[in-house]
């Protein structure tokens, strides 16, 4: 098993180069205000450290309100990330930082609060150009309505924009959730959201809440979820 590099701030780029069999705790990167290119994941797994409840392939909380940080041209193929909290294949947390160029193909993501198959939650960011091919994105003992987030895309978006962005072939579901579960086939819960030209091609089913193709919900108590969809299907 393989601990994660605790905080990144430069510019990797992994030349096409692939990575396999890793056994990763966290992510590869805990961290990462830099930026990451460039590389694929192969045939890997990552779980949370015995401290932390949230888990990634790539880098478990990507920030950009330290300066500009972004993942770029990442594909993860045949591999699992699985947490007790929040689990996306490429990052975990995305705030104020971009994710671009990335595929997911083949690969299972599992957690039981957020759950997304490229990010389990974005702030402030964008998700460009990225592909979810087959695979299955699953939420277990979900916890209540805000926490309780799964997409194809992203579990959970604030202030954000999708752009280009699909999911196809995938399974996104519920296993013995004890609360209401928010999915959808390209981001679960949203708020402030705009999404351009994306498409969703998915199986989509919860034990109890709501499910949508595109956007599964928002919150009431907030005015709605204030979003806008541009040439989606």
């Given at each position: 098993d393989r601990a994660s590099i605790p905080e990144f701030g430069g510019v990797l780029g992994g030349a096409g180069f692939t990575l396999s069999n890793l056994n990763l705790i966290g992510a590869l990167f805990s961290s990462s205000t830099g930026v990451i290119k460039n590389f694929t994941i192969a045939n890997s797994s990552s779980i949370?450290?015995?401290?932390?409840?949230?888990?990634?392939?790539?880098?478990?909380?990507?920030?950009?309100?330290?300066?500009?940080?972004?993942?770029?041209?990442?594909?993860?193929?045949?591999?699992?990330?699985?947490?007790?909290?929040?689990?996306?294949?490429?990052?975990?947390?995305?705030?104020?930082?971009?994710?671009?160029?990335?595929?997911?193909?083949?690969?299972?993501?599992?957690?039981?609060?957020?759950?997304?198959?490229?990010?389990?939650?974005?702030?402030?960011?964008?998700?460009?150009?990225?592909?979810?091919?087959?695979?299955?994105?699953?939420?277990?003992?979900?916890?209540?309505?805000?926490?309780?987030?799964?997409?194809?895309?992203?579990?959970?978006?604030?202030?954000?924009?999708?752009?280009?962005?699909?999911?196809?072939?995938?399974?996104?579901?519920?296993?013995?959730s004890q609360m209401i579960v928010v999915a959808g086939g390209i981001t679960g819960y949203s708020y402030i959201t705009r999404y351009n030209n994306c498409s969703s091609i998915a199986d989509i089913y919860v034990d109890k809440g709501y499910a949508g193709g595109l956007n599964g919900g928002g919150s009431e108590d907030r005015g709605g979820t204030w979003c806008y969809f541009t040439e989606c299907y």
């Open positions: 949370p450290s015995d401290n932390g409840n949230r888990a990634a392939l790539v880098v478990g909380f990507l920030r950009g309100n330290q300066g500009y940080a972004s993942v770029d041209g990442i594909t993860v193929i045949d591999s699992e990330v699985r947490s007790t909290y929040s689990s996306g294949a490429i990052a975990s947390n995305c705030s104020s930082a971009s994710v671009n160029n990335c595929k997911v193909i083949n690969s299972t993501v599992v957690g039981e609060r957020r759950v997304g198959s490229i990010c389990a939650y974005i702030y402030n960011a964008e998700i460009n150009n990225c592909q979810v091919i087959g695979g299955e994105t699953r939420l277990e003992n979900g916890y209540d309505l805000y926490h309780s987030n799964l997409g194809g895309i992203a579990g959970r978006s604030d202030s954000s924009t999708i752009n280009n962005c699909s999911i196809k072939d995938t399974k996104l579901h519920t296993i013995d």
